[in-house]
């Protein structure tokens, strides 16, 4: 009796210590690191093997039953079994692996077990994860047939990990703008007979704009933009009596002021035309940094401009001429011709943002203001140009010019609609806005002196790469 309990229990110690006797269960989520608890001590093999990613290792036959997510437990029926593949050959060499990872499982106290943990040594290392040439199952790295008894455990997934900053992309931007100005001085002529005042009537200016940009990987890049807007605005009048003085606007020194002299002598009708034009260049090249806070996308930009604002005020009067009986005149012409041209060079730092709202819609807004110091023009020109038979004929032309040079600041803003939508690897969209923009200290299109104010909208297509 003693014989038959003693060679039971030799038999049921052989088992515990070699489960191989009896079969083996390979569970690799549960597979830890070398030298941890709960590693199946199997020596590294001195030869190495080729990386089968993304697909359980097996053991020879008998075929084991691998789970990918399976119970931490035997308690539980396996999912998802994957059919047993022979390990390769152990007396093959084969390359280094570049890197095979473990997902490190932690069991739950219940029947069931939560997902895995990645962290960065669990993902390759093109993916983010370790360096090429570490050693992540064991003191000597993988062997042929990995660090345990079926590897380091199948990836049975890739956890994507982004890195620190995300790609560099291109922004690239085309539009218009519909502007109205609203300048210090407005007035066309004075009728001094009836001290009454025409003005310029307000209509809209349209211009184009452009920008093109890059931000690279660590959010920093640099843009340049580039915007041009004219407008020109027109009255026009006439008069038959001679006792009418009809004047142009400004303050001079030059004045084109009537009747002309065919009018006095009963010659003809006076024509008058007024027009006033506006333009404006501006280019800008800034660096720009974006950053986010929540769902808003922030761009913050600095940088340099450049500003060339034109205006120009023109009045004409002629008469088309005749004769009295007396005296014949054929050409009665005057022509003044007013310029106020600034060009400046200073600082600019501008500020944008968009929250998206839903469906591809979003509000956008940004702001800009610049410091410009430059050269300011104002030139004045008059040509009068008289022919009549009893006298030779004149063409004469009178200039005057003043230079300054002024600090001018320039404030900008502008808010709207935005949507957009993906196109490949490509994201379009277009925005509709209004805009308004002040410009202190330019003058108007015949004075040095006062300020220029633009209110109207902008409509934009752009595209991000």
Known sequence: MWRGFTFFFAIAVLGAIAPSSFGQYYYPQMAQPYGQ??????????????????????????????????????????????????????????????????????????SYRALP???????????GGVDYGEAPCGPNGCGPAGCGPAGCGPMTQHIPHRGKHGHGHSIAEIGSYYLVPYLSNRTAFTNTTTGNTSEFPMTMEYGGRASLGYIFHNTW???????????????????????????????GPLVLNGPSTALTAGIGTDSYNFRQRVEVHVGEFEFVKECHCFDTTILFGSGVRYARLFQNYHATRSNGGGGNGVTTISLDQVDLDVSNIFEGLGPTVSFEAIHPICSGFALYGNARGSFLWGNQTVNQSLRVQLRQDANPFTDTTTTSSANSNPFVTTGEVEFGLQHGWRLGRCYVFSRVGAVASRWWNVGSPNTSTGHLTFLGGTAMLGVTY
Do not use: C, W
């Not at 020109?232 to 009809?246: C, D, H, K, P």
């Open 117 to 127: 943990h990645a962290t960065k040594r669990g993902v390759f290392a093109d993916a």
């Open 37 to 110: 608890p709960g590693y199946m001590p199997y020596p590294p093999q001195p030869m190495y093997y080729q990386p089968q990613p993304m697909r359980p290792m097996q053991m020879e036959q008998p075929a084991p039953r691998v789970y990918n997510f399976g119970p931490s437990n035997e308690t539980l029926v396996p999912a998802n079994e994957v059919p047993a593949k022979p390990l390769p050959h152990a007396g093959v060499a084969t390359p280094f692996p570049t890197m095979q990872g473990t997902l490190n499982v932690q069991p739950t106290n219940g």
């Open 221 to 251: 890049g640099a843009r340049f933009n580039y915007a041009y807007l004219t407008g020109l605005s027109e009255v026009n009048t006439s008069n038959t009596v001679a006792a009418t003085i009809i004047n142009s606007a400004g303050p």
